[in-house]
């Protein structure tokens, strides 16, 4: 079991402080902070919302945004709204960029204080905790709830029935008026909550904080947002969020609701003061400096650690870390668990993950705020105190000596591809469903860690969503490049059952220089290698063009959905100047490569159906009777003659001829594997097959399928797959239509009583990319840079080819016979030019069992993509 005791300050944390970037005065207590990519906002003690700029510094603006002190601030995550609550009950809603007050809220209760306040974008929905303990809602979108401005139930116009009241023949107290009040903008729409949009008593104690969630728990689903709340009776609960209220009075419907899900901490009355949340993980901030670190699936609490001296007001989690800030003045870097997961759903290293790494006195105060932010490739963190001041420090530089170097980064790359490759994302299996989903918040989650502004786009029904992210680079935005990389997180099955595996293929091995588990070539490991590369470019501050990332959760099943959805977002996605993609191998274990030509695919399923059911072949069978499997037989029979030629009409016409570039191309290839390998001969004989399996078409007839069980019977239904792989020039909708009239017209001399159906299950184009271009001189130039020096490995076997690379060989540029929808569909959507880099070798063996990738083509690859997504 993890150890629960707290544990006192001399727990050996380093006490070294960041780089202060800058220290922001003002003339009040900092109680409240938020970021967005242009501004810094604190909330004061004087109801004030002071605005610096992020990127000078310059104080831009101080608005007078409550009569009292401003408790709390919530950027939202699409950076829409900015909300603030105060030591008042209302609740504001600005413009971050304009600073405009675009709402203003109230309850119809006494509330008293309104310490949180939280945004759900899927609702369009603010939440707030109070001090009389409700938790309240309403709707923005919702019109019954706005009122005027001069409405009767507005809480400065309102009676209170304490401090309005009087006695007998006594008089009532004037309310009091500063000068401050009437600099408070007007905002331009005031909403009234409903009187039902309230859950009183949601805690037992103040509700001091609040976080909306994503699919923290495997009671939701991983995109449904949850409502987290703590408050002072010690509880964290989770709220189910819902559009449907409830009826009453006279008929009228609350917009909303919230339902709990489940409570944690039940047996602890220290107040929640902060929280976190970190996909199933949760961290709750207490008094006395308590950090907690809860498991939601299980509901256990893993950890309980002595972080500070005084109450843990703030949390952030940020870069991969936890942040956090206590009233002793301390501020202190977490590492995290990053969901390392056994068999039994919890952690078992949770006690070496979750440790401080770095611990420094950041006030001679009391730390009340905080907030994490990028900017300029710097990875910020802010402390407010009430010593009147907002801290920024620098802090990517605070590595410790576990972190230090070249290695440690790679480490870090190791236990993402690690935690990666844990979850089973089979998309072609229902019963993985779930797995997929945690695969692809894990990615996302990572994302964020390092720095990107993630979305997830629903490909629609039960298929996966494609997880889209994007890193911006640091020049104006005219001026930047827009690179596409595009991945696939699915992975196909991994048969365990005849023992083929010599490893967990869910569990990360490291072995003789490889590394072993499914999906680590295909598709996992490049997607982190060029991940970690956009983190160096921003380490480095260096990455000046915006990078973007599309991994989708369904290219093992076809990609389905992921066109539709595309063509939905291309709005979000915005420019693309080149497509980038790295999901296959070379042609040896020896030589990089270069793809630009992948053949396009063309699925059908051919049924022949009787209006008969299954019969007897001894006592229905005669030559008077059209038998299904037969017809099929006979019709597939004409799709092709003894030399493997198509004989659909038209079926070869358009196909491109071979260039004489072209044609000293594939002798090059033939002539350096042969080299390698003088088993692959001769060269003719290779340069044909070569241009047989990447340039020709070709039709394969997969597998029969008849109804009915096996023995003497004559099938009523007999179905046979057909696939068509397709080469430039060839029309994929040309094909399907040439396809279907000649299977029709041939089935109908037959003069058959059975019936013939075709169905196209899926389709994709052929794509031929420009090997002179400018990417792929760009992808040239980095292959032969990174693999310019051969290592001391391949120095000591005589590596042949590896030193003729080191002499300034260009890689390889080959061809693929195989098909990958979303490179086509990618490609003609943004209009931009794409380019393939082979990450892997020829025998990882993608799709086989024991697959694995070469631990120096990872490192390689890294490399390559930081040139690549620098230079272009």
Known sequence: MPDLQPRELDDGCPDSAPNQLQELQHDGSILSIAVSDEYIFAGTSKGEIAVWSLGSYQLVQTIQAHKRSVLCL???????????????????????????????????????????????????????????????????????????????????????????????????????????????????????????????????????????????????DPEEEVLVSGGGDGTIKLWKLSDEGTEYGDGERVTGDIQELMVLGEDDSESVMSLEVDGSFLYAGKLRGIIELWDIDTKQKLRVIKAHDGNVNTLKMSFGLLWSAATGGSASKHSTVHYGRDSNGTSPTVSQKYQCLNRWKAHDAKILSSAVAVHQNDQLFMTGANDNTVRVWRVNGMQTPAEDGVEASDNMMLKSLEDFVSYKTISSRPEFTEDCRKGATFLGSLFKRLGAQVEMLSTGGLHNPIVFAKF??????????????????DVVPA???????????????????????????????????????????????????????????????????????????????????????????????????????????????????????????????????????????????????????????????????????????????????????????????????????????????????????????????????????????QDVEDVINSMREFLRSEFAEFESENTLTIRIDNKAEPWLGVPGNYIFRTLEAAVMKAWASPSTEENRNGNAAAAALGKGRKPLYIREGGSIPPIRILEKEFNAPAAHLPCGQASDGGHLHNERLRYLNLTKSREIFKTVFSKL
């Open 495 to 729: 048969d365990t059952k005849a023992g083929n595996w010599q490893t967990d293929p869910f569990k990360l091995k490291g072995q003789d220089g490889y590394l072993y588990g499914r999906g680590v070539s295909d598709n996992k490991g490049p997607i982190i290698a060029a991940l970690y590369a956009v983190s160096d470019l921003l380490q480095d501050r260096e990455l000046d063009s915006d990078i973007l990332f599309v991994i989708e959760g369904e290219e093992e099943s076809g990609s389905r959905g992921f066109q539709d959805t595309i063509r939905r977002n291309k709005g979000l996605i915005g420019h693309v100047d080149y497509v980038l993609l790295a999901n296959s191998y070379w042609l040896d274990d020896d030589v990089p490569c270069l793809t630009y030509g992948l053949r396009g695919v063309l699925h059908a399923t051919v049924c022949i159906d009787s209006k008969h059911p299954d019969l007897h072949s001894g006592v229905d069978g005669s030559n008077m009777l059209s038998e299904p499997l037969t017809d099929l037989t006979l019709l597939l029979s004409k799709l092709k003659d003894r030399k493997n030629h198509v004989n659909i009409p038209g079926f070869y016409d358009g196909i491109l001829s071979v260039t004489q570039e072209e044609e000293l191309r594939y002798d090059e290839i033939a002539s350096l594997l042969i080299l390698r390998n003088p088993s692959n001969g001769p060269v003719e004989a290779l340069k044909r097959s070569l241009m047989a399996r990447w340039r020709e078409p070709n039709l394969t007839i997969h597998r029969y399928n008849v109804s009915g069980p096996d023995g003497s019977l004559i099938s009523s239904h007999a179905t046979a797959n057909v696939s068509i792989r397709l080469v430039p020039g």
């Open 472 to 489: 911006s680079g640091k020049l104006p935005a005219e001026e930047r490049k827009r690179i596409l990389f595009y991945g696939h997180y």
């Open 74 to 220: 919530h950027l939202t995550s699409d950076n829409k709204y900015l909300l603030s609550s105060a030591c008042e009950p209302i609740i504001n809603v600005w413009c971050p960029k304009t600073f405009a007050r675009l709402y203003e809220i109230y309850s119809t209760y006494d509330v008293g204080d309104v310490f949180s306040v939280v945004y759900s974008p899927q609702r369009d929905t603010v939440y707030f905790g109070t001090q009389t303990q409700y938790i309240q809602w309403v709707s923005l979108k919702d019109p019954a709830r706005r009122v005027s401005q001069d409405s009767a139930n507005h809480p400065d116009k309102r009676q209170h029935r304490f401090f309005d009241s009087r006695a007998v023949g006594g008089t009532s107290t004037p309310r009091r008026t500063e000068e401050h009040y009437a600099l408070i903008p007007r905002a331009q729409a005031v909403l009234e909550v409903d009187s039902g949009a309230v859950l009183q008593y949601a805690h037992y104690g103040w509700v001091f904080c609040m976080r909306i969630a994503r699919g923290p728990s495997v009671l939701v």
